[in-house]
């Protein structure tokens, strides 16, 4: 946990690098897609490279990701370096960026951030999102470890895809299933996501129906006419009014 003392700080080297401040609205414009490409490309820091097989394409595929990796956030500290006041300041004390830019799998530990902001009210679609990437990435995961396994049924990524899909959503028909053991570790995750989305989604669902029954109660109370108080003395009064009234009635028929 950060002091307040480290926080102003912080807050003072921000300033001095990004006076104008297009520094700090480039970095919020472009902080969530980052991320979210480094969920989608999580599956390469998971598989080392050997085990993308002996397939020509696989390992193409792989290089070609990680070196538009590279040249997407060299782009991006190259933009940032450019909108701070120092620029070769900026890069100097940023050395985790230049890392980020020569081995892109170390973005992932960037995109944390995003899986916990998630849990914050209001981000459910960005939350179903982050899901289906995570999916997406235990189907690749599981794919490139079972396609060669002995033993294994799962040969193809449209197989992986169906048993993530059956697996998350808790149905589990068991024609597909992995046999190694780091399929069966993403598996175990892919368990938990279906469980943590099952329990975001309730909950979302829930505090919605909470807040609508609230405003309807809130509505109905603010429409009403209030009821006007009655006193002793207008129950007497109004006695007092019946009684003559009486009275008057008996005098008349006699």
Known sequence: MS???????????????????RLAAYTAKTQTPLDLAALMTLWIVLVPPGDFGPSYHASAIALFVRLGLSVIYGIDLAIRAMLADRHWRYITTHPLSI?????????????????????RRGNLERFLLAATILLMNGAIV??????????????????????????????????????????????????????????????????????QATRRRQALSASATPTPEVTLGDLAQRLSRIEELLAAMSSTES
Do not use: K
């Open 99 to 119: 890392v980020v830019v020569l081995l892109p799998p170390v973005r992932v530990i960037f995109s944390v951030r995003l899986v916990t902001s998630l849990f």
């Open 3 to 21: 002091t307040p003392a480290h926080d102003t700080t912080r807050a003072d080297r921000m300033a001095r690098d990004d006076p104008s401040g």
């Open 142 to 211: 599981v794919f490139l470890y079972e396609r060669n396994a002995p033993g294994s049924n799962i040969h193809t990524l449209g197989q992986s895809i169906w048993w993530s899909v059956t697996t998350v959503t808790t149905v589990g028909y068991g024609d597909y299933f992995p046999v190694t053991t780091q399929g069966r570790v993403a598996a175990g995750c892919i368990m938990a996501i279906g469980l943590l989305t099952l329990a975001v989604v309730t909950a979302q669902v829930s505090s919605s129906f909470v807040e």
